[in-house]
């Protein structure tokens, strides 16, 4: 998409906290689903970089089969420390017709250390924000995000009480319709306690530790993205979030 049909916004108020999403007056349907999906690229994943890339695209792919594909935005973002602000924007929200996976996400070049709450930060508050302006312009809408990590918090800028805020604007359906948001462990079982707690003190959703990087469990990682991408968009207009997305993997 050219970069005339996007729009940038801030996020909470914080200078230097951006997204970006296509001009409302481009979009077609009466109703969107936001999704953003954040990825860890920090030092300790480059053992299965290429597995969790291929498990980014495989998920997007298959958003994309979906029978409400055209009402879903998607925005990819990767964390790490090595980033201003701790994350990097691969793409804002867009439509999933002007996405092509395989070409659009590259090498992951992980290095440097996990800024947890950049990465909920920025995923939470984007879509709040966005929503806020699709909202404005008579759009129904609701939202998911995945925060996929292999490791707790050690290097935000954002604090957990900006997170929280940002949750709980969503969860009380003050700006979109139901907001859900999913923090998954990969290859972080010692680090499951730590992940919970920060879950439960963030304001998200739920935690789920999807167990070791093979690829087996990254390709169930991936469908049950696209399952509940798909089932949170289905609800949009009940009222609430999902009630069909699972708690394990």
């Not at 958003?63 to 935005?73: A, Y």
């Not at 070049?109 to 990465?119: S, V």
Request: charged content about 20%; proline content about 2%.
């Amino acid at each position: 998409m050219d970069s005339s049909a996007m729009v940038v916004g801030q996020i909470g108020g914080m200078q230097g906290f951006k997204f970006s999403g296509v001009r409302t007056e481009k979009l077609g349907a009466t109703e969107y689903t936001l999704v953003t999906i954040a990825v860890d690229v920090t030092g300790s994943v480059w053992s299965f970089e290429q597995k969790l890339l291929e498990t980014l695209v495989i998920a997007v792919e298959a958003c994309q089969k979906s029978p409400r594909s055209d009402n879903l935005l998607l925005r990819v973002i990767k964390f790490s420390s090595m980033f201003g602000n701790g994350v990097d924007e691969l793409h804002g929200f867009k439509p999933l017709t002007e996405i092509n996976a395989k070409n659009d996400y590259q090498a992951l070049d992980p290095g440097g250390m996990t800024p947890l709450c950049d990465a909920c930060f920025s995923a939470i508050g984007a879509m709040n924000a966005y929503g806020q302006k699709l909202v404005d312009d008579d759009f129904g809408v609701n939202a998911i995000a995945f925060i996929i990590t292999d490791g707790g918090e050690n290097a935000s800028v954002a604090t957990m009480k900006m997170v929280r805020d940002e949750a709980e604007k969503a969860v009380t359906g003050e700006i979109v319709e139901s907001m859900v948001s999913v923090l998954i462990g990969i290859n972080a079982t010692e680090y499951k306690y730590e992940l919970e707690q920060f879950q439960k003190e963030a304001g998200l959703t739920q935690y789920i530790d999807a167990g070791k990087a093979t690829k087996a469990k990254l390709a169930k990682l991936a469908d049950f993205v696209s399952q509940s991408v798909s089932s949170q968009s289905q609800a949009l207009g009940t009222g609430g979030p999902s009630q069909n997305i699972s708690a394990t993997i």
